[in-house]
């Protein structure tokens, strides 16, 4: 009997334990890709993904404009996602572009990456 009373309420620990992670999960993809970029990128990038953030005068190389599609038509989306997760160095870029996998996840990543196709018009290159 009372391993009965024990194995519910492990049970009833654990229903608890997936409703806590379910919940977690669910906060963080309620963190849209927009939210994330004016989270982390507009002070250099730009509200407006322009390049115009109020940091980019002090940096010595200018952010992208990521509403440029031209340049941004010239990177593949794994290269962004690289220069995102890395940060500049990884792409041969400015290290003044910082790398962001220890704030973001990668899926995290991929949907900014798609805001980012949004900003330009554009598609990126094939590699
Ligand atoms: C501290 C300023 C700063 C912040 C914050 C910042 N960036 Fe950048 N970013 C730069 C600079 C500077 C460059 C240009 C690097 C170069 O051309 O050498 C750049 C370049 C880029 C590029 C182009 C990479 C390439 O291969 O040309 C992408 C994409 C990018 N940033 C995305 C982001 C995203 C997304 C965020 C937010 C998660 C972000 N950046 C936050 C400064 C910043």
């Known amino acids: 009997m009372k391993t009965i ?6 049970a009833a620990m654990f229903a608890a334990a ?3 992670a379910a919940g977690m999960v669910g906060s963080a ?5 927009a939210d994330n970029y004016s989270l982390y990128c507009v002070q250099c990038h730009g509200t407006a993904g322009t390049g115009k953030g109020i ?15 031209k340049a941004m038509g010239e990177l593949s989306d794994a290269n962004v996602a690289l220069a995102i997760t890395e940060g500049g ?11 962001w996998k220890h704030n973001l996840t990668a899926a995290e990543i991929k949907d900014i990456v798609a805001h980012l196709r949004k900003m330009c018009k554009c598609t990126g290159a094939a590699k």
């Open 89 to 99: 160095s990884a792409v041969g870029k400015s290290t003044q572009m910082p790398a």
């Open 55 to 69: 940091n980019a005068p002090y940096l010595a190389v200018a952010p992208r404009n990521h509403s440029d599609a």
């Open 5 to 10: 009373v024990i194995s519910k309420f492990s």
């Open 29 to 33: 993809s309620a963190e849209t890709a």
């Open 18 to 20: 997936l409703f806590l």
